[in-house]
Each structure stands twice: as structure tokens, then as C-alpha cells.
């Protein structure tokens, strides 16, 4: 079997930055541990694959190399622009069904917009001397807050870690044994992050998700829908300008509204090819 496959830089204004993801459309739905297996040997953060149900309405599921994930951002965006720019050309907005309801994407200037669901979060009281094990892991200090920003099994709780500066987080170098360190409260992954510091920047973040088999995500859509309510609560802005700072990077505008946070950012094309299974 053969298909087209692109992979696109989300969240990158040029190829080289920002988040790869790879896209492959399908007529009809492979066998999960098919795509698993590509996702797998693409060996990129998420593998997206997408089936056309109707007029720009799509059914989309996005795969880490270890194991299908319940949303992913980057992946949604990058899907989009592919539709947009490569394989459904007429269409300004696009609905894709996924594991986590319907995200809509559409065309707009300065990046596509993307609607996603907020995950809210609240504090967290880890038990005694995680903090510690996990500033080591971290190879920093230990971060002054700790938040859950859902409820659920291992893979669908996120724990965000607020460090004082932006330089903190920058320094973080995290060690082979985080992911079981986040194990101990049953968290998948890990949000480090940190008031922006100054103009031009809110916030300042960093996503770490070993249990799905990716140490460090260059920029993460789906993080910033738990970022952004836990930010803009915090600042009382609506708006933020967020950075992640991965060493790629990337640069993402939030907006706060309620039930659904909503994120625009660039695309860039990278690859063009056809794989065969």
C-alpha cells in the first residue's frame, strides 16, 4: 500500500522551526497498530492521519510514537493547512471529529485559527519529597507551584510545574528517569513553565512527555489549552503571547474564552513524499 505523506512544521513561520508533524490522508481508516507503526518510524511528535466523512468535515486521529494521544495541537493545525493548501483547496474552515470533540480550524491572517478545549487545572499537593525528585530529574531547583490540569489515567493527566523566571525553565535539562518520576502522582506529562518575564511575552513554557514516547515536544497546541486558562486567570488578560522554549521554538497567541481556548500560529512546509507498508 502507498500514500501521500507531508510533514509540516507547525507553529513555524519557515521550515526548520516550530513543531514537525507528519499528515497522512486516507481514504478509509488502516488498522491501528498499522498506523501506530508508522507513527512509530516517522519517529516525529505526532503522526495525524485523516479520513474525509463529508464537505470539510474530516474524522482525525494523531499518533506519538508510543501510543495514539487524546488531542494534539500541532498535529490539528498542520492537518489543516495541508486541506487549505495541498488536498482541499476551496475550503476556509475545516471541522475535524476527534477523540476530544470537534476542533474547528480556519483560514486567517498571520497563522491559522484553532479552537481547542481548555483543560482547566487545580492545585496539587504531591507527597512527600516528589518536589525534590523531581528537581532532580530536572537538573534545576524545585518549582515553587505544582498544578493538575485534568483528571483521568496516567495518560491524560498533565502536571504543571511554575518555576520563578523564564531562565529556570530555559535551564531545565531533564534526566532518563522523569518519566518515572511522573509516574509517582500518575501524570504522563510535565508543563514547565514561568511568567514571560516581560514584553513581548506572557508566558513561557516547556513540554515534557515521556510516557508518550516524546522526551521533550518542540511546541505544543495542546499544552497551551491548559496553559492558557492557568495564565490568563493569573494575569488577568484575555489575550497572551506565548513562547515555548524548546530548542527549535515557536510563538503562539492565546485567547482565554471559557469552555474553548483558542490558538493562531504559521505553518510551514518541510517534506513531500509517498511512504509504502
Known amino acids: 500500500m502507498k500514500f501521500k505523506m507531508w510533514q509540516v512544521d507547525a507553529f513555524a513561520s519557515r521550515p526548520l522551526g516550530g513543531n514537525p508533524a507528519a499528515i497522512v490522508p486516507l481514504e478509509g481508516w488502516l488498522d491501528a497498530s498499522l498506523m501506530q ?9 505526532e503522526t495525524a492521519f485523516f479520513v ?30 495541508i486541506l487549505f493548501n495541498k488536498t482541499d ?40 519529597g516528589f518536589a525534590d525528585a523531581l528537581a532532580a530529574s530536572l537538573h534545576g531547583p524545585a518549582p515553587k507551584e505544582l498544578h493538575i490540569s485534568a483528571k483521568g489515567g496516567a495518560g491524560a493527566r498533565a502536571l504543571i510545574a511554575v518555576w520563578e523566571t523564564p531562565e529556570q525553565v530555559k535551564a531545565l535539562n531533564p534526566a532518563a528517569d522523569l518519566s518515572d518520576v511522573l509516574m509517582q502522582v500518575q501524570a504522563g506529562s510535565l508543563l514547565a513553565t514561568a511568567a514571560g518575564g516581560g514584553a513581548p511575552y506572557d508566558m513561557v513554557s516547556r513540554f515534557f512527555a515521556p510516557y508518550y514516547g516524546v522526551p521533550e515536544d518542540p511546541v505544543t497546541g495542546s499544552a497551551h489549552a ?37 490558538l493562531q500560529g504559521d505553518c510551514a512546509l518541510y517534506l513531500t513524499g509517498e511512504i509504502e507498508v
Request: glycine share 10%; aromatic share 8%; proline share 5%.
Open 226 to 262: 491548559a496553559l492558557t486558562p492557568f495564565w490568563s486567570k493569573r494575569l488577568g488578560k484575555k489575550q497572551l503571547k506565548a513562547r515555548q522554549a524548546s530548542a527549535r521554538g515557536g510563538d503562539l497567541l492565546c485567547t482565554y474564552e471559557g469552555e474553548r481556548t483558542v
Open 37 to 45: 507503526a508508522i507513527a512509530a518510524e516517522n519517529n516525529v511528535a
Open 89 to 128: 483547496t476551496a475550503l476556509n474552515e475545516v471541522r475535524f471529529m476527534t477523540r476530544s470533540g470537534e476542533l474547528v480550524v480556519t483560514r486567517g491572517e498571520g497563522g491559522n485559527v484553532m479552537s481547542l478545549p481548555s483543560a482547566e487545572s487545580e492545585a496539587f499537593t504531591p507527597p512527600a
Open 52 to 81: 474525509k466523512t463529508g464537505p470539510g468535515a474530516y474524522d482525525l486521529r494523531w499518533f506519538a510514537p508510543g501510543r495514539e494521544v487524546d488531542l494534539c495541537g500541532h498535529a490539528t493545525l498542520a492537518s489543516a493547512w
